[in-house]
């Protein structure tokens, strides 16, 4: 079965560094999201894309936020100067269509800031 | 604001038994209600998605129930096994906005015992 791909699996950071968070959606879907969740805490919704742009995006979602789909299977995540409180999993997400049909997750990518 | 409520936190059952897993949601202008099970470290596997026009949705052992006019839904598992074992989010996706984010639950983490 098709399945959302992300990399890396676990990521490290200093402080202030920037880092870039890779997902591979589903080759035919055309919808993608990003997701966070803090140790203990609810997934919760950062932005979604479609058609090249983003289609929504959650007060989480600030300036040191930026999505990107650079080539025809890659989407990322770019967090440009990390903070200690952006230490959490990350999900990319994508769905075949907007509202309608699930979204389908992939094992994420654990973010620890120091 | 939308709000979802899922409640036990926790719950632990001896094998076989069947159990009900409770989602709640404060806003029931709704556009459907998804269903995950999420493994330690993992990420989130979709289990079913009930449309806001649906009762009920079935897969296997799975049965889910939506009652939107009072923001409850139930997933059902049956004979339950010990691979069971996860925690198991609703998410519900609201009208509005141009895709329409998830919004989750905490999770209720079930544990299944030999």
């Known amino acids: 079965e098709p399945e959302v791909t992300q990399t890396p699996s676990h990521q490290v950071t200093q402080m202030g560094q920037e880092v870039i968070l890779r997902c591979v959606p589903i080759?035919?879907?055309?919808?993608f999201y990003w997701y966070r969740q803090i140790l203990g805490q609810k997934v919760e919704f950062l932005v979604s894309?479609?058609?090249?742009?983003?289609?929504?995006k959650s007060e989480i979602f600030d300036d040191q936020f930026s999505v990107e789909r650079p080539d025809g299977s890659n989407f990322t995540l770019k967090i440009r100067s990390t903070k200690l409180e952006d230490s959490a999993m990350y999900f990319c997400?994508?769905?075949?269509?907007?509202?309608?049909?699930?979204?389908?997750f992939g094992d994420g990518t654990r973010l620890s800031i120091l | 604001k939308q709000e979802v409520t899922q409640i036990p936190a926790a719950l632990s059952v001896p094998e076989g038994e069947n159990l009900v897993l409770n989602c709640s949601f404060t806003?029931?202008?709704?556009?459907?209600l998804q269903w995950f099970r999420q493994d330690p470290g993992k990420g989130l596997t979709s289990l079913l998605l009930?449309?806001?026009?649906?009762r009920e949705q079935t897969s296997g052992r799975l049965n889910a129930s939506l009652d939107k006019s009072s923001g409850r839904s139930t997933l059902y598992i049956a004979a339950s096994q010990p691979g069971d074992s996860a925690t198991y989010l609703c998410?519900?996706?609201?009208?509005?906005?141009?895709?329409?984010?998830?919004?989750f639950g905490k999770g209720t983490k079930l544990s299944v015992k030999p």
């Open positions: 009930i449309q806001s026009s649906q």
């Open positions: 997400a994508s769905s075949d269509e907007g509202s309608g049909q699930p979204q389908h």
């Open positions: 998410a519900v996706r609201e009208y509005g906005g141009s895709q329409g984010n998830l919004i």
């Open positions: 894309f479609y058609n090249n742009e983003i289609s929504e």
């Open positions: 080759s035919n879907h055309l919808y």
């Open positions: 806003d029931s202008a709704i556009y459907n």
